[in-house]
């Protein structure tokens, strides 16, 4: 399931602190005609790796990308995160959190295949925005 949250200067690293290793975070920035190709954060190959397979995502939008503000309404300006599988398209707005899974919830070693997603082509302005990606914690025997 993704989430949706209106939260403003909130880091959510915190929240599931018991079952990550690891926390990448990163910022960044999209200019008119850039979008970044569908694709799912679960990366195969670090399964049995450490830190682990990337467990969640949380995507917060630092800014609004907007079109048009004269006519008296709000268009948007593009470069939204869209979900294919699941039918959902978020826009950019600032404050806006999205969190999602890479992983089943009851195997967590299993990708979750409904949260492929891709940054739609921003068409006005600059599309900022900040990721955190939770890895997994593995335990060893």
Known sequence: MVCLFGVVN???SFLFFFVVAFVIVSVNR?????????????????????PGVR?????????????DTTSGSTTT???DTHF???????????????IWPSVLDHNTSQIDARTHH???PVEQGTKY?????????????
């Open 10 to 12: 909130h880091s959510f």
């Open 118 to 120: 891709e940054a739609l």
């Open 77 to 79: 300006g593009g470069g």
């Open 30 to 50: 999209y200019e008119i005609g850039e979008k970044y190709v569908q694709h799912h954060d679960y990366l195969h190959h670090q399964l049995h790796r450490d």
């Open 55 to 67: 467990m969640l995502t949380v995507y917060m939008y630092l800014n609004d990308v907007v079109s």
């Open 129 to 141: 925005g900040k990721y955190e990606l939770l890895l997994q914690l593995h335990t060893y025997e």
């Open 84 to 98: 294919h599988d699941l039918g959902l398209s978020v826009q950019p707005k600032r404050g806006r959190v999205v």
